[in-house]
């Protein structure tokens, strides 16, 4: 969320910045409310708050006036009666504020982050800019298929029996397929918190409305979550594990020597892909459930675009020890996330599909989700408390990798080579083939 203050005195700036990102003023709206109206919502409670200050002044004067009566043994009943007045507008007053108050949030829920200014304009992914290609797509001497037709002839993926048990965009995983799965997330754990100096966490799956809110996933992206119900207990399903990762520290005030905190947990995540009618129907690519492991870091202000690089680079890293060849890629305005001020998209090299796919994001939100979640920290002891830049990345999107190493590995039998790197996780397995009857 964006800082009131910040809002209101930059009217041209926030329509700029919507511009930039294909929207508008007059398309962001809250149970009736235009974005257009913050700046008449906010003048009414700039007035508002003058005048119960006023009235407040008032009734210290009086009450110092009452006070004085009553020592000189006088009538103060006009006072008292006028103060009584004055009471009944303030409570009316402060009715007002709270209501108004809850308008100009309810907008500002909806309003975006600011893109960096390195970030590239454009309306949607074709103003993305490629930063760097790594490595050299395989090349076959047949044709390569896709793995919708790989896993099933493996017999190691089997999207029929999902699709019976729980319909369209499930998979169930079998014998080497669930275990390459396993062997995926622990080689990516393995990395990251041996190596890149992740503390691993295991958070819940079911959160709170607040929570939801307090990342950006509220009230925005309601449409694409799943929710379930205990009572009158309300939980939302996790769609990524940067909900509760970044949650961690809400409502909390940190010490600078504890940042940068670098969080990593693998969880399942579950997506209603509300939006994404028809597309990606085949495969893993667009699943209701699939794995991950997430990147979450808190930090400061000043190294929180250092610490996007770096976080880049750490998922960058599985994929180098995958031999998996991918590009990085800069997300333009247009196509950037809600609570993201600037994303990397890292993409990898899928035969099967010819082309590069997305496979993890890296976002800096700076102090966007940090602001709902009220996450802040003193620079040094006794100073007044700052927000923190929160950012968040898959290192990687587990489905996906199954995928990159499916189609990346296959030969010309139909078998797949398990690359060198997870073959330890896989007891020194060397080849997936199909099981001879």
């Known amino acids: 969320m964006l800082d009131l203050k910040y809002v209101v005195e930059n009217r041209e700036r926030i329509e700029e910045m919507l511009t930039r990102r294909g929207q508008s003023l007059g398309q962001i709206e809250a149970s009736g409310i235009g974005a257009g109206e913050i700046w008449t919502l906010d003048a009414r409670r ?5 005048k119960v200050e006023e009235l407040r002044h008032r009734q210290r004067v009086v009450g110092e006036e009452i006070a004085k009566l009553g020592r000189e043994k006088q009538d103060s009943s006009a006072l008292k009666a006028e103060m009584k007045g004055v009471a009944d507008e303030i409570k009316g007053l402060e009715a007002s504020l709270a209501e108004l108050d809850e308008k100009l949030k309810s907008v500002l829920l909806l309003i975006p982050n600011v893109p960096d200014a390195s970030v590239p ?27 919708w037709d790989l896993g099933p002839a493996l017999g190691i993926l089997d999207f029929e029996r999902a699709a019976k048990i729980s319909g369209a965009r499930f998979t169930v995983m079998m014998d080497a397929g669930a275990r390459l799965e396993r062997a995926l997330i622990q080689f990516m754990l393995d990395l990251q918190t041996r190596e890149r100096g992740y503390r691993e966490v295991i958070p819940p799956y079911l959160v709170t409305s607040g929570t939801m809110l307090g990342t950006g996933q509220l009230p925005k992206f309601e449409g694409d979550l799943f929710k379930t119900k205990a009572g009158e ?32 947990a693998f969880t399942p995540c579950f997506r ?18 699939f794995h991950k492991v997430e990147l979450v870091k808190l930090t400061t202000a000043e190294t929180s675009m250092q610490e996007l690089e770096s976080m880049t680079a750490d998922a960058e890293e599985v994929l180098k020890r995958l031999g998996l060849a991918y590009r990085v890629v800069v997300l333009s305005t247009g196509d950037m996330g809600f609570n993201a001020a600037k994303t990397y998209d890292i993409e990898v090299w899928l035969p099967g599909q010819n082309g590069y796919r997305e496979i993890s994001s890296c976002s800096n939100c700076t102090d966007f989700q940090a602001r709902r979640s009220d996450i802040r920290y003193r620079p040094e002891p006794k100073a007044k408390p700052r927000f923190v830049h929160t950012l968040n990345g898959s290192g990687l999107a587990i489905g996906r990798t199954l995928i990159a190493v499916l189609e990346n ?23 997936i083939a199909a099981k001879v009857p």
Request: charged share 30%.
């Open 46 to 50: 700039r007035r508002d708050l003058q």
């Open 121 to 147: 304009v454009g309306a949607d992914a074709a103003a993305n800019a490629e930063i760097r290609r790594v490595g050299e797509p395989p090349r076959f001497d047949f044709e390569p298929k896709a793995h």
């Open 233 to 264: 207990r309300e939980l939302y399903l996790i769609p990524t594990a940067e909900v509760p990762l970044t949650a961690l520290h809400a409502d909390e005030i940190l010490e600078p020597d504890q940042l940068p905190l670098k969080y990593v």
């Open 272 to 289: 209603s892909e509300a939006g994404s009618y028809g597309k990606d129907v085949r495969g893993l690519i667009r699943q209701h459930q």
């Open 409 to 431: 590995y296959q030969q010309k039998d139909g078998s797949v080579v398990v690359p060198e790197v997870l073959r330890p996780y896989m007891d020194g397995r060397e080849r």
